[in-house]
C-alpha cells in the first residue's frame, strides 16, 4: 500500500512539472485567435492588427481565423470547447455577452464562462440610412418609417446592432424589419444601393461613406458625440433615452486556462497596445477604449451582460 501511495504520489509530482514546463515554455507553437465574423469589417481588422503585435510579443504566430454564423455563436463555440492550452483565443465582442439571453441556440450561458485574458477597445454603433431615403434627421427617419406602406428593411450582423436597433424603434414609435448578414462586408453593398434602407454599424465602417456622402448618420449610441464626427448627435441628443451601449473587444481563452498563461497572453496585449502601429490602427478603425487587465474584462463582461438582460426582461427581444 506504501509504495502504491509513493507511486501515485511520483506521478503527481511528475504531471505537475510537466505541466509548469509546458506553461513556461508557452507559447511553443503558432496560436489561432477565432474571430466569430466575417472578414473585412472594424472587428476584424481590429484582431489583425491585435495578432500582429501580439506575434511580435510572443514569438509565435497568431493566426487570426474567421468563423462566422450562429449569430458569433459557432467561433465562440469552438473555443469553448477546446483544449485550455492558450493555443486556441477568442476575440469576442461584447455582443457575446447578449448571445445567451437572445438565442436559444448560444452554445455558452455567460461570456464568464471563458476565462477573460484583456479586453481592448469597442466598436461605437451608429444608425446610418442610404441618401436615398428621404430624411437627414432621426425624427425624420422615424416619421417616414411610420408612414411607410411596407416595413423599412434593416440589415444586422450581430446582437449589438439589435439591441441599438430595438431602443430605437421602442423610443420612438416605429418598427424596422430585420435582414440577417455573415458580416459587414456582405451588408453594406444592400445598404448603399438602397436594397434595405437601415442598419445599425460599427461608426469605423459607416463613417467613410457618410463623409462621402452615401450614407447618412442619425446618431450613435455613445455619451459623447465622436470628435472625428462632430456634426452627429449622439443617440440620446436625438431623442433615445437609453443608456449608451458597452463596447469592447475581448480576448478570451477556454474555460480553466492556466493562470500563467492568462498572465502571459495579457502582458502581451498590453504590450502591443502601447506600440504606435497598434494605436495607430486603432484610431483609423474609429475604435476607443482603455486595454483591461483580466479581472477588469470580467467586470465589464458582467456590465455587458447585465445591459442585454435588461433590454431582453424590457422587451422581450429574441433573435431565434
Known amino acids: 500500500m506504501n509504495r502504491l501511495n509513493t507511486v501515485l504520489v511520483v506521478g503527481a509530482l511528475a504531471l505537475l512539472t510537466d505541466s509548469a514546463a509546458a506553461q513556461a515554455g ?10 466569430p465574423i466575417a472578414a473585412g469589417g472594424p472587428s476584424d481588422a481590429a484582431a489583425r492588427a491585435l495578432a500582429k503585435g501580439l506575434t511580435a510579443s510572443l514569438g509565435q504566430e497568431v493566426l487570426v481565423d474567421n468563423r462566422p454564423g450562429g449569430n458569433t455563436g459557432i467561433g465562440a463555440g469552438a473555443v469553448l470547447n477546446a483544449a ?4 486556441t483565443l477568442l476575440f469576442a465582442l ?5 448571445l445567451p439571453h437572445l438565442s436559444k441556440m448560444s452554445p455558452y450561458k455567460s461570456l464568464v464562462e471563458f476565462s477573460p485574458v484583456s479586453a481592448i477597445g469597442g466598436n461605437t454603433q451608429c444608425l446610418v440610412v442610404p441618401s436615398s431615403v428621404p430624411a437627414r434627421t432621426l425624427a425624420e427617419f422615424a416619421a417616414y418609417a411610420r408612414a411607410s406602406a411596407q416595413p ?23 418598427t424596422l424589419e430585420r435582414v440577417p448578414y455573415k458580416g459587414v462586408p456582405q451588408l453594406l453593398p444592400d445598404l ?7 442598419a445599425v454599424l460599427p461608426v469605423g465602417a459607416s463613417a467613410p461613406h457618410v463623409r462621402s456622402g452615401r ?5 450613435c449610441s455613445t455619451g459623447e458625440r465622436i470628435a472625428a464626427l462632430p456634426t452627429v ?30 498572465e502571459r497572453l495579457a502582458t502581451a496585449v498590453r504590450q502591443t497596445a502601447l506600440t ?11 475604435i476607443g477604449g482603455a486595454v483591461r487587465s483580466p479581472a477588469q474584462a470580467r467586470e465589464l463582461m458582467l456590465q455587458a451582460e447585465a445591459q442585454y438582460v435588461q433590454y431582453v426582461r424590457e422587451t422581450g427581444a429574441s433573435i431565434d
Open 215 to 219: 450614407l447618412v448618420m442619425f446618431g
Open 26 to 35: 508557452y507559447p511553443s507553437r503558432p496560436v489561432r485567435l477565432i474571430v
Open 152 to 174: 423599412l428593411m434593416r440589415g444586422s450582423n450581430n446582437v449589438s446592432e439589435d439591441m441599438v436597433a430595438g431602443q430605437i424603434t421602442s423610443a420612438l414609435g416605429f
Open 94 to 98: 461584447a455582443s457575446n455577452a447578449g
Open 84 to 87: 485550455p492550452d492558450g493555443y
Open 233 to 262: 448627435p449622439t443617440l440620446g441628443e436625438a431623442g433615445v433615452a437609453a443608456a449608451p451601449l458597452i463596447t469592447a473587444h475581448f480576448v478570451l481563452g477556454p474555460p480553466r486556462l492556466p493562470a500563467e498563461i492568462v
Open 276 to 286: 504606435e502601429e497598434f494605436k495607430q490602427a486603432m484610431e483609423r478603425l474609429l
Open 192 to 198: 448603399l444601393e438602397g436594397r434595405i434602407q437601415a
